[in-house]
């Protein structure tokens, strides 16, 4: 799975939204679930029309698409985000949107803090 994601963030995808990501990644789950053979089979042609050894071509296709599918199945589209780093982690709400300062409203302290 990390090859597929070190692929996809490899391309510059820093300036793409959590909300954009999820819903590009929804749609190719879907298109993927919906049109599996299809997408393989057109991928399949692609060794035939390039000047390269067939068996070996076919070989890196059919693993890279294996491996695509088995990823992009294996996951939400908001966990594909995640892990791509394009959305925040569902943790993130419990750590605070901001540090924790001493003295702020609400901490109770048993003792004085000398400085």
């Known amino acids: 799975q990390s090859q597929v994601a070190a692929a996809l ?12 990501c999820t819903a590009v990644v929804g749609l190719v789950q879907k298109e993927l679930k919906e049109n599996e053979k299809e997408i393989e089979n057109t991928l399949n042609g692609i060794c035939s029309s390039i ?3 067939q068996d070996e071509c076919q070989e890196f296709i059919d693993t890279i698409f294996e491996e695509a599918v088995a990823y992009f199945e294996s996951m939400t589209s908001q966990e ?13 709400h419990l750590l605070g949107i901001t540090p924790v300062e001493l003295g ?12």
């Open 104 to 115: 702020q409203e609400g901490q109770t302290v048993d003792q004085e803090i000398v400085f």
């Open 51 to 53: 000047p390269v050894q």
């Open 9 to 20: 963030v490899s391309k510059k995808v820093a300036d793409v939204g959590c909300d954009t």
């Open 80 to 92: 594909v985000c995640q892990e791509l780093g394009l959305c925040a982690s569902d943790y993130s």
